[in-house]
């Protein structure tokens, strides 16, 4: 099948160009659509890209003589004349670079006129417009653009632009033939667009494909105009490779430059909005002013804050940025953030930076490095400590976004909605973060956590200040403590802790407490089962280095639950590259197969 604009006299005609590209929107979907533009794309990279992506519209460049023509335009392919427009600073760039010419010549729009799909669909096409009036010195750029049609595109929208998740996305495009074609960020947004251009067998006349982000992704947006595979000049390629090689071998300066910002209060000294000149931060934070100006242009290079334009006092001899504003990367390092990532920072960047330090040890025994290099394994090590034990509980509780759906699983749901008040049990809970989700938004639902001794006073102070103490109980004990008698159970983020049979272990023990009738619902990170990029793979060799765990394929998983007593029912997907598996006992019915 191939899709087809129309014939190449009706090119220069922009308003057919318009014409065709609404029609193409309205006809055509994500599933069928990327198989088209990628030859032998199928399987689970299909799925990967038709599940997290959502064919948005088709792009064009038009070139109107003024406003009125192109509102002229619009009504003649039955769009809406009163679409709001706003700069284009990707594609004026692009122009600029393209034509040499300055920027600030060009003053390109983006809209973006409403076309529903073939069911309904939101869908829209993207109209960039330079206006170039007759006889204007910008005609040039317009014949030679109307030929090339090097911004005609079709758009992909990710519908939960996680970094990690996005970068995936664009592996299994490289993989299937796209290669990088630039992009940008776009402030007058908040949006980040990366271009690919399609294989050359590619089903379909539109060469070029764009992921559409919402928000500011500039460390991955770097890394896709960084890739090998755009770099072609003559001897260039000799040297790619240690020059990615470099970039992989320096990223423990990266853990400890995001590390040491946190410890040195320099996001809490900075905000999003106002850009803070070096020596005020070095005040604020008691730092070396020329050191900290060191640390934060590296903390650009990575996204964390961007250059910002602050009044100087004394210009510099040599060009430097005037100050710095906090991107919304960098806020997630803030103490006082929601979600903050800023625990997580201080652990990567200290016990476990220094356990990774004996990575080789590990591979060369298949013993934790932690226990190896600090005596004891990690769960002992910070019992003793109870300011580290903090630390690694509210660590924990960072990623707590990867729960946000849990509380609408059908199980949660289920027993939210029986006749007599249902039990959740959190085994090894933490500081209550996911139980105090599930209760809050469960009014009927009562919870029991089982911990360490310092966790559940931890977790008693957050569930009374979410309001939701009083229905909760709190077991001090092991994983041999599993209390009986709850209607769902949840272990999260514990079995990739530990070996095969301790799992099977900790699994017997919930089973033992099970009813007949309750469910058990595990949270881990999940292998790929085709090597496709995931966090999984990551955590995989920190549980290796650090307590002798490891991450697992779903059908490992379901043979350890089979092993226990258990028949896996299905798992689900959650944010941060996490799933939910759904297990239930060996020969139990399933309540939800009534429902249906």
């Known amino acids: ?52 992506c959502r064919f948005a519209h088709a792009g064009l460049l038009l070139f109107p003589p003024d406003a009125d023509g192109l509102r002229t335009q619009l009504a003649a392919c039955g769009l809406a004349v009163d679409t709001p427009s706003h700069p284009s600073v990707v594609v004026r760039e692009r122009l600029a670079r ?62 939960h632009p996680e970094p990690l998740a996005l970068r995936g996305l ?31 067998d590619a089903a379909c006349d539109y060469q070029r494909l764009e992921l559409y982000a919402r928000g500011d992704h500039r460390d991955t947006l770097a890394a896709h105009l960084d890739h090998p595979e755009q770099y072609h ?13 470099l970039h992989l071998l320096t990223g423990a300066w990266t853990t400890q430059a995001l590390a040491a910002s946190a410890r040195l209060g320099l996001p809490d000294a900075m905000d999003t909005r106002t850009a803070h000149r070096t020596e005020d931060l070095a005040r604020l934070t008691g730092t070396h002013p020329r050191s900290l100006a060191t640390l934060l242009r590296y903390l650009a290079m990575l996204g964390v804050v961007t250059p910002g334009s602050v009044p100087a006092v004394d210009p510099a001899p040599a060009p430097e940025p005037a100050g710095f504003r906090l991107t919304e990367l960098g806020a997630l390092l803030r103490a006082d953030a929601p979600g903050s990532m800023r625990p997580l920072a201080l652990m990567y960047g200290g016990p ?73 049990v959190d085994v090894a809970g933490g500081n209550g973060e996911l139980l105090g989700r599930i209760l809050t938004a469960h009014p009927r639902l009562r919870g029991v956590l089982l911990e360490r001794p310092h966790a559940v006073e931890a977790a008693r102070r957050l569930l009374d200040a979410a309001g939701c103490g009083v229905r909760c109980d709190y077991r001090a004990g092991d994983f041999a403590d599993v209390p009986p008698g709850g209607d769902v159970y949840v272990l999260s983020r514990v079995l990739h802790d530990w070996d095969d049979d301790r799992c099977r272990e900790i699994l017997r023990h919930c089973v033992r407490a099970m009813p007949a009738h309750a ?36 059908d490992h998983y379901a043979r350890l639950f089979a092993d226990a007593g258990l028949q896996l029912v299905g798992h689900e997907p959650l944010p941060l590259d996490a799933h939910v598996l759904h297990a239930r006992r060996a020969g139990a019915p399933d309540p939800a197969a009534g429902r249906s």
């Not at 609404?22 to 088209?36: G, I, M, N, T, Y």
């Not at 000049?233 to 090689?245: F, S, V």
């Not at 085709?530 to 955590?539: E, Q, R």
């Open 98 to 159: 393209r034509h040499r010419r300055d920027p600030a010549e060009l003053d390109v729009q983006i809209l973006r006129p409403q076309v529903p799909g073939a069911i309904g669909e939101r869908r829209a096409v993207e109209v960039f417009a330079l206006t170039v009036p007759p006889h204007s010195d910008l005609e040039p750029i317009a014949a030679h653009e109307r030929t090339h049609r090097h911004e005609a595109h079709l758009a992909f929208e990710i519908e």
């Open 1 to 52: 099948m191939t899709t087809t604009l129309p014939d190449e006299t009706l090119l220069l005609d922009d308003t057919a160009c318009l014409r065709a590209a609404a029609r193409f929107v309205r006809e055509h979907d994500s599933a069928a659509l990327l198989p088209l533009l990628l030859p032998g794309l199928d399987g689970p990279d299909l799925r990967a890209l038709a599940g997290h």
């Open 519 to 554: 469910d058990l619902l595990v949270v881990e990170r999940l292998l790929p089962v085709d090597g496709s990029p995931s966090l999984a793979t990551a955590w995989d060799l920190h549980m290796l280095c650090n307590v002798g765990g490891r991450e697992r394929r779903a």
């Open 170 to 200: 664009c592996a299994i495009l490289f993989r299937h033939g796209a290669r990088p074609d630039g992009g940008g960020y776009n402030p007058h947004e908040d949006g980040t667009v990366l271009y690919f251009t399609l294989p050359a």
């Open 352 to 424: 476990f930076y220094r356990s990774f330090g004996g990575l080789d040890h590990a591979v060369r025994t298949g013993r934790p490095a932690f226990d190896h290099l600090f005596g004891e394994n990690h769960f002992d090590h910070f019992a003793r400590d109870p300011e580290l034990a903090a630390l690694f509980d509210l660590s924990m509780a960072a990623s707590s976004r990867m729960f946000e759906p849990l509380p609408a699983h059908p199980v949660i749901t289920a027993a939210a909605q029986a006749p007599a008040a249902a039990t959740v």
């Open 233 to 245: 000049r003559p001897g260039h390629e000799a040297r790619q490779p240690a020059e990615t090689l």
